[in-house]
């Protein structure tokens, strides 16, 4: 009984409720080291994609039967995709700094091109110690999540989860957090256009059997074929116009970024030249439904598609500064989330925005 009066400060949510999520989000961190970070992720995608679908169908039922949408269904989305089970940052986050430990300890000899650390479609099924750092950090990803939302922070909590978690894991197990430029400034991807290699000298580079360094590319571009800003642009362009349509018309925030994440099982098979593009649909659809609810659907699809562009090339930015020259994976697309549903809170709360759709803004 006393768990359901009294609060977690900030957090928002009773004892029962915190004590629940603590351990599911343990478990979360843990199921995300074992399955590999990608694809849990791409289960994110298929789990909102479903939840989607669900909310869409009860509110039109709700709307029919005027049954309140809670009493019909629960939000799959809120509650599956985006909580403890498949939450990017608690899942994804986990598994990702499962993998920065597991090539710490020299417990990985995939053959991947880069750094074993960034290697995020590996799997870790049962290793203990590792599921455990995945827990660990799944945790740390539920705190930042439940913290920034209940502070109502003015961007998306889940995506900063990703984020800070990324920083956290590269402390904690003594990577560099940016890492040493080798070509001609930490944004220079020519070194990779022209196959540089280097051998490091951090002490960072371990193999498998904890020895000598390895042999690595100069620079490390997040996706080797999508980092050209001339391509990135033309893809912000092409899916911000598809994210913003997809939300006009379905009136969903979040249905077109599952379809990104979903499509990520192609490029997790080893399909060539899949392009990531959940930090494009997100922004695109958001805007779009801010400024498509009953006013002009050309207009928010316009400014949807900018928003898109903003997106693709945030991404491209903040790869070319925390993932090319480091050695664990830095997710670029959850640090362009972070940066465009800032820009629109910003937006909101100065009044060009009507108002900031689901993005947190402070009372």
Not at 11 to 16: A, E
Not at 78 to 83: P, R, S, T
Not at 175 to 187: C, S
Not at 262 to 267: E, G, I, K, N, R
Request: aromatic fraction near 10%; glycine fraction near 14%; proline fraction near 6%.
């Amino acid at each position: 009984m006393v768990g359901t009066v009294l609060q977690v400060p900030v957090l928002g949510i009773s004892i029962t409720e915190f004590l629940v999520l603590l351990i599911a989000s343990f478990a979360g961190g843990m199921f995300g080291a074992a399955l590999g970070a990608l694809p849990a992720f791409i289960f994110t995608g298929f789990m909102v994609i479903a939840g989607e679908a669900i909310n869409i169908l009860t509110a039109q039922l709700s709307a029919v039967a005027g049954i309140p949408t809670g009493d019909v269904a629960p939000n799959v989305t809120a509650l599956v995709a985006f909580g403890p089970v498949f939450g990017p940052h608690i899942a994804f986050a986990g598994g990702a700094a499962a993998t920065a430990y597991a090539a710490k300890q020299g417990k990985m000899d995939t053959g991947f091109d880069y750094h074993e650390g960034k290697n995020i479609l590996y799997a870790f099924g049962t290793e203990p110690d590792i599921l455990l750092v995945g827990g660990v950090f799944g945790v740390l990803g539920m705190f930042i999540r439940q913290i920034s939302g209940g502070l109502l922070l003015p961007w998306d909590p889940i995506a900063m989860g990703v984020t800070l978690s990324a920083v956290a894991h590269r402390l904690a197990f003594g990577f560099p957090l940016v890492g040493e430029a080798r070509g001609d400034g930490l944004f220079d991807m020519t070194p990779f256009a022209r196959g540089d290699m280097r051998t490091s000298t951090t002490g960072s580079d371990v193999a498998a059997d904890g020895g000598v360094e390895k042999n690595r590319l100069a620079v490390e571009p997040w996706l080797p074929h999508q980092y050209k800003w001339s391509g990135v642009l033309v893809l912000g362009l092409a899916v911000g116009i598809l994210g913003s349509y997809i939300g006009l018309v379905t009136e969903s925030f979040f249905l077109g970024f599952g379809i990104s994440a979903a499509s990520l099982v192609f490029l997790n098979c080893g399909v060539e030249k899949i392009p990531v593009t959940h930090h494009i649909t997100l922004p695109s659809a958001t805007v779009a439904l801010i400024l498509g609810t009953g006013g002009d659907a050309l207009l928010a699809l316009v400014a949807g598609t900018l928003f898109g562009i903003y997106g693709a090339l945030a991404g491209e930015a903040h790869q070319r500064i925390f993932y090319a020259h480091s050695d664990t994976h830095w997710d670029p697309p959850a640090a362009s989330i972070v940066l465009t549903t800032f820009t629109i809170a910003v937006l909101a709360i100065i009044g060009v925005f009507p108002n900031s759709g689901w993005v947190p803004v402070p009372v």
